[in-house]
């Protein structure tokens, strides 16, 4: 069965650092979105992607963080300086169109730990 | 917007028993509702889904839900719990765009289940 993968599964980086965390789509899938859930926090949704470009963003999605499909497989987030608030599960959910219209894909997430 | 709200963060229930998780919705639109699992360290996965059609729906590993408009609620419920059903639930809604819409996560319930 197809799966979203993302990489890398744990990252630890230092506060004022860049990260980027990447995630492989489901094949022929649309529409990419990455949520966070902070540790012991519901399940938040940060930006959604559609025909390369952002087609929905919450608050959270502020300066510090952009989004891209470089080669057309993958999918990034980037965090261009990260706070210690930024410590959360970055999970990468795809999206088909007809047949599971509207089902989201969920990968296994990023454990992004911040010091 | 839409919003999901789930009524119980904690919910402990004997082996065999019947499993209710509650759920209740606002949305100004007919909502698509969904109900994912989340293992220990583990990323989302998709129970059931309604968008339209039949009001009560059958998911994966014995689990249901019925979408009752009336009562604006899509409680999860499963008739014999079993041990392995252990795990965060989470209630969530989008719209229905065709340019595809965020994700909208209740606070989740945290399943035990007791031998």
């Known amino acids: 069965e197809p799966e979203v993968t993302q990489t890398p599964s744990h990252q630890v980086t230092q506060m004022g650092q860049e990260v980027i965390l990447r995630c492989v789509p489901i094949s022929n899938h649309l529409y990419f979105y990455w949520y966070r859930q902070i540790l012991g926090q519901k399940v938040e949704f940060l930006v959604s992607f559609y025909n390369n470009e952002i087609s929905e963003k919450s608050e959270i999605f502020d300066d510090q963080f952009s989004v891209e499909r470089p080669d057309g497989s993958n999918f990034t987030l980037k965090i261009r300086s990260t706070k210690l608030e930024d410590s959360a599960m970055y999970f990468c959910?795809?999206?088909?169109?007809?047949?599971?219209?509207?089902?989201?894909?969920f990968g296994p997430g990023t454990r992004l730990t911040v010091l | 917007a839409q919003s999901v709200t789930q009524l119980g963060s904690h919910v402990s229930v004997s082996e065999g028993a019947l499993v209710l998780l509650r759920c209740n919705y606002s949305s100004s639109v007919p909502p698509y509702l969904f109900w994912y699992v989340q293992y220990p360290n583990q990323g989302l996965q998709l129970l059931l889904k309604?968008?339209?059609?039949?009001?009560l729906v059958k998911g994966i590993n014995g689990f249901e839900a019925e979408f009752k408009k009336s009562e604006t609620s899509f409680h999860l419920t499963k008739p014999s719990a079993h041990m392995s059903d252990a795990a965060e639930y989470f209630c969530a809604v989008s719209g229905t765009s065709n340019s595809g819409y965020a994700l909208n996560f209740g606070k989740g319930t945290s399943l035990l289940v007791t031998p």
């Open positions: 959910a795809t999206q088909g169109t007809s047949g599971s219209y509207n089902e989201q894909f």
């Open positions: 309604y968008t339209t059609g039949a009001t």
